[in-house]
């Protein structure tokens, strides 16, 4: 389905303990507004939702699933893998993603979006990474529409840099495409995202490392009332 265009005032924290990743988020997002850049955990960032990437189980056994597990709680991974369970059968795909309250006050919520489909796979010469960045920035206006100013600040990690062996300068350009298409359209259907992002990188192994792609939205139709 298509929506009207979304322009949001997000805070968007990127936050990891690899320097290379920070690096390379400086240069790709060097000419994004509004977007905070630093050398950290995540467990430190006072913001309304985490992302975490996460396998199709939700099991949060390994990376920075694992790191917000310990710090939340056992029932952090209840919570997600019942989400799963609901809305996708016990099995998320790659780009898409569910959003669930953390039972903390800081952060209110965790967005699990799976990178990988079992734990600890090599995903370097897939598109995953910025399937699960969209996704996980499409949930947000999903809880938004649902209960609006729910989600006002979000903290992402390297997505895919450490677990899935993504080269940190790709990691970085997948990921801003995820935030391009975030701020350009809201999508009702996670597998509508997935077919748009997929037909439009689908040869992004063949570009250069520094390039970015910025996905064209779906066009948008009307209805006459």
Known sequence: MTMDRAQSSLKVVLTDLNASVVEAWRAAFADTPG?????????DENVDAW????????????????????YLGAGIQLRV????????SGSLPVGSAVCVPSGAVNPKFLISTPTMEHSAENVSETLNVAL???????????????????????????MGAQTG?????????????????FNDYR????????????????DIENAPEEKR?????????????
């Open 35 to 43: 977007i905070e850049i630093r050398k950290g955990s995540i467990l």
């Open 51 to 70: 992302v975490t990437p996460t396998n199709s189980r939700g099991r949060m056994d390994g990376g920075v699933d694992a790191a917000i597990k310990r």
């Open 81 to 88: 893998q019942r989400a799963i369970r609901d809305q996708f």
């Open 132 to 158: 699960a960045c969209a996704a996980a920035f499409q949930a947000i206006h999903r809880r938004n529409e649902e209960a609006p100013g729910s989600i006002e600040s979000v903290a992402l990690v390297g």
């Open 165 to 181: 062996r993504v080269p940190a300068r790709v990691c970085a350009n997948l990921m801003w495409t995820g935030y391009t298409l």
């Open 187 to 202: 999508f009702d259907d996670y597998d509508d995202l997935r077919h748009t992002i997929v037909a439009q990188l689908d």
């Open 213 to 225: 792609v910025r996905i064209e939205p779906p066009k948008r139709t009307r209805t006459r009332r």
